[in-house]
């Protein structure tokens, strides 16, 4: 399995809350990539980044914001949770570039927001 | 717009079947086709993958098979198994290191 870790792997939270979820590579992967899965619609990109400090925006990154201050770690933060949001969220990492390397998933954040 | 449309969204094979599994894509700047295979709990696993220079691929027991003038792929799972059964999903991206487009996903059921 590729050196992914994502924390925590499960979170029950209030509407209105900040939420900041983490995802850890050991593989020194240029590319890292948060997605959703939700039911019925597969996996959506929320954000990714190509480098320290250079992220872009997904298909659903409204409500959503990311960080990546070095190589191994890029966060997802929720500024203020809505229920619209409990979801299972996967992190993912490439190396040169997804059409040249496969995209490797973490096992995936399962968060609830009541 | 859904970019990457797969179907059927459920599929019950018995054991020892083929499972078939078809996308179809829009954009015409796709060239990078992979799939994915993810059981409860766990993250998705790349499959096997294929780019539109050729017209299949073949890993084991699992095939692709390609259409570029329909804007098509599939897998293909021959001799299906119980160890199977999990969600398959298809995606697609362009050169030039964007991001995947995931289809919807389809539940396969291996049944002895």
Known sequence: ?114 | QQQVKQSPQSLIVQKGGISIINCAYENTAFDYFPWYQQFPGKGPALLIAIRPDVSEKKEGRFTISFNKSAKQFSLHIMDSQPGDSATYFCAASKSGNTPLVFGKGTRLSVIA
């Open chain 1, 1 to 114: 399995d590729a050196g992914i870790t994502q924390s925590p792997r499960h979170k029950v939270t209030e509407t209105g809350t900040p939420v900041t979820l983490r995802c850890h590579q050991t593989e020194n992967h240029r590319y890292m990539y948060w997605y959703r899965q939700d039911p019925g619609h597969g996996l959506r990109l929320i954000h990714y980044s190509y480098g320290v400090k250079d992220t872009d925006k997904g298909e659903v990154s409204d409500g959503y914001s990311v960080s990546r201050s070095k190589t191994e770690d890029f966060l997802l933060t929720l500024e203020s949770a809505t229920s619209s949001q409990t979801s299972v969220y996967f992190c993912a990492i490439s190396n040169t570039g997804p059409d040249d390397q496969p995209q490797h998933f973490g096992d995936g954040t399962r968060l609830s927001i009541l």
